[in-house]
């Protein structure tokens, strides 16, 4: 009998896990219409495929090593001996749920990580610049500090950082804090968009080319986030754990409409209007700020967390402009400021960890992803280049990069 209710456990939490990895890879279609409807629409075709190609790249790169270097499980080349770990992840007893289900589950939070990295540097970027740092950063960087923190390696041999109080449920700062941190470095040594920040300092706001797709995509952000979040519950097959998907759930939801909510109102006093796209960025940012700690908040808690993120984010995405750190879709803003809120905020429903863990998890994170990725750009700026040429971004990077237009019926070519 118990070797039967293990099996049943087994494979209601294997199929759990697999349905909510689902759900997280279908983040990747929410990035691509996030980003290409604030893309202006001469660089459509060029977003989407990086969209793409980077989720394509982030599945061979982790199978080949990143996983390996995360968890220390499997061959350096797995897809030679069909072995993926061996199902622990950094846990003292086996997992109720298949080794394949976990990979699949964490290479597809290392493309989402990935994801962050392309809107920021988008419209005037080389494409095969980008995917170059795509095969470093998901191969080897993202995988490096998930180890020090997921996989419970201490850093460079000298500490750990469960051991300094650090705890991060979801990832807000392993994976979207981390994302965060590589567009950062990219974007200062790419530059701004021609035409963005004028020669007094003021902000030119250059308008994304399809709202309506825009809008669709962070709904569809919205509903992966169920997975992102849920699935990192890692199981559901018991009365307490599928209570808990059941909390996390809640509060994730309750989070994002709180970010939502507050970044219109903030909006709406700071701008006078409305503005759309600080709304959609509100409501990710909910969803970043709660990702750190969904299990332990009482909804109202959720929705008051998430609406923090959504004042943040505005004026986060207003400071950058004054900085002139150019990002077409507020990425470091919703994944890399709102992402350090939401560590900052697990000791206040989370007794058992310190804010000086956080600050030093969040410290790790952010210095080695940064410094990792600033030489990464720096050596692909100084072999291929990072940016496209004026005359290629004026005409845009569709026609430059791919050789085809997103709306070629609503352009003058012959």
């Not at 943040?312 to 919703?334: C, E, Q, T, W």
């Not at 992803?369 to 290629?392: H, N, P, Y």
Request: glycine share 12%.
């Amino acid at each position: 009998m118990e070797n039967q209710i293990f099996e049943l456990q087994y494979a209601l939490d294997t199929f759990y896990f697999l349905v909510c990895g689902a759900l997280v890879m279908w983040m990747a279609a929410g990035f691509a219409m996030l980003e290409a409807g604030l893309v202006r629409s001469k660089n459509t075709t060029e977003i989407l495929t990086k969209n793409v190609a980077l989720f394509a790249v982030a599945c061979t790169m982790y199978m080949i090593c990143g996983y390996s270097i995360m968890y220390g499980g499997g061959d350096f080349v797995m897809f030679l001996s069909g072995i993926v770990g061996d199902g622990v992840t950094g846990a003292e007893e086996p997992a109720t749920y298949a080794p394949s289900a976990d990979f699949y589950f964490q290479v597809v939070f290392v493309a989402t990580a990935m994801s962050i990295v392309s809107g920021a540097v988008a419209e005037r970027m080389k494409l095969w610049a980008f995917l170059a740092f795509c095969v470093v950063m998901t191969g080897v960087i993202y995988p490096v500090e998930g180890a020090w923190t997921w996989g419970g390696e201490a850093v460079f041999g000298m500490y750990t950082l469960g051991d300094l109080g650090f705890s991060d449920f979801a990832g807000s700062g392993i994976v979207h804090m981390a994302g965060a941190a590589a567009a950062l470095a990219g974007v200062i040594l790419l530059g701004a968009r021609e035409g963005k920040y004028g020669p007094d300092g003021q902000v030119r706001a250059i308008p994304g080319a399809n709202l309506p797709l825009a809008t669709l995509g962070t709904f569809v952000l919205w509903l992966g986030w169920f997975g992102f979040n849920g699935g990192s519950v890692l199981a559901t097959a018991s009365v307490e754990s599928a209570n808990a998907v059941a909390v996390v759930f809640m509060n994730t939801n309750a989070a994002a409409a709180g970010g939502a909510i507050a970044a219109l109102v903030t909006a709406r006093i700071w701008f006078g209007k409305a503005d759309l796209t600080m709304v959609l960025n509100g409501a990710l940012a909910g969803l970043v700020a709660i990702t750190a700690e969904p299990s332990t908040p009482t909804p109202l808690q959720a929705t008051l967390f998430g609406a923090l993120g959504g004042v943040l984010v505005v004026f986060s995405i207003i400071a950058l402009d004054k900085l002139r750190l150019d990002d077409p879709v507020g990425a470091i803003s919703v994944h890399g400021v709102v992402g350090l809120l939401g560590l900052l905020l697990v000791p206040v429903t989370n007794e058992g960890v310190s804010v000086s863990g956080q600050l030093a998890g969040a410290a790790t994170i952010f210095v080695w992803v940064f410094g990792a990725s600033l030489i990464t750009w720096a050596i692909i700026k100084a072999f291929i280049g990072l940016r496209v040429s004026k005359e290629e971004e004026y005409e845009g990077v569709d026609i430059a990069e791919c050789g085809m237009e997103a709306y070629p019926e609503f352009t003058n070519r012959q």
